[in-house]
């Protein structure tokens, strides 16, 4: 019997299994390891949650499925055609205008729209630690790049490299503090607001002017 030829296994290059791995693959180790870090925050918010909490969310989860608009389709088209006479050999017991199926939705309306409250409560304190972790993160990366100019600049200078704008770079060169900008967004906001309230008492000044002026024409 005649075996067969195998095909010969292609040379890797020289030096191939030495190559440094490329660097999308690093970044894709980063992305990573973030989407790892925020799924275990998101779970470890989820295992907190009280058992009142987890019964608002179901609840909540399921009033807002199709399969929720569907039974209530159901049920609303069934209850009216029942008390319409509509249906043989079933007795009306909620004539028009559907006074206990009125009450029935309210009643209804008033427990959902408290279990979307409460979700929308959990939902928010979830929000605000990412805006905390946001916020963590952007001072970092000012501080970082802060330093990098600084080091930057420190070479160009050690250089000998000519550096336009100087001002600015010593400028850049400062850790912003988040709170002066705090005091400055303030600032301008009740600058804001002092104007708009002058430019409104301006304005109804005027119009009680001209009311004077044509009940004396």
């Known amino acids: 019997m005649i075996k067969p030829i195998n095909a010969p296994t292609p040379l890797s290059p020289p030096g191939a299994g030495d ?37 608002a969310d179901g609840i909540t989860r399921f009033t807002g499925s199709m399969l929720f608009v569907y039974i209530h389709a159901i049920l609303v088209s ?32 008033i427990f959902l729209s408290t279990f979307v409250l409460i979700s929308q409560n959990r939902m928010s304190r979830l929000a605000e630690q990412r805006a905390e972790l946001d916020l963590q993160v952007n001072l970092l990366a000012e501080h970082e790049i802060t330093r990098l100019i600084e080091l930057v600049d420190g070479v160009a200078e050690h250089l000998g490299v ?39 008492s301006e304005s109804e000044a005027i119009g009680e002017r001209e009311k004077s002026e044509e009940a004396r024409g």
Request: proline fraction near 8%; avoid cysteine; aromatic fraction near 4%.
């Open 19 to 55: 190559r440094p791995e490329p660097e999308d693959a690093h970044v894709a180790d980063i992305m990573r390891r973030n989407i790892h870090a925020l799924t275990d925050l998101r779970r470890r918010f989820e295992a907190r949650r009280s058992p009142s909490e987890r019964v």
């Open 78 to 109: 069934a209850w009216i055609l029942i008390n319409l006479d509509v249906v043989p050999g079933v007795r009306p017991f909620d004539p028009f205008p559907f006074v206990m199926l009125a009450m029935a939705a309210s009643v209804e309306a």
């Open 162 to 200: 000519h550096r336009p704008h100087g001002d600015r770079i010593n400028e850049l060169k400062k850790d912003v503090a988040p709170e002066a900008v705090l005091r400055a967004i303030e600032q301008v906001e009740d600058a804001v607001n002092a104007a708009s309230t002058v430019n409104a």
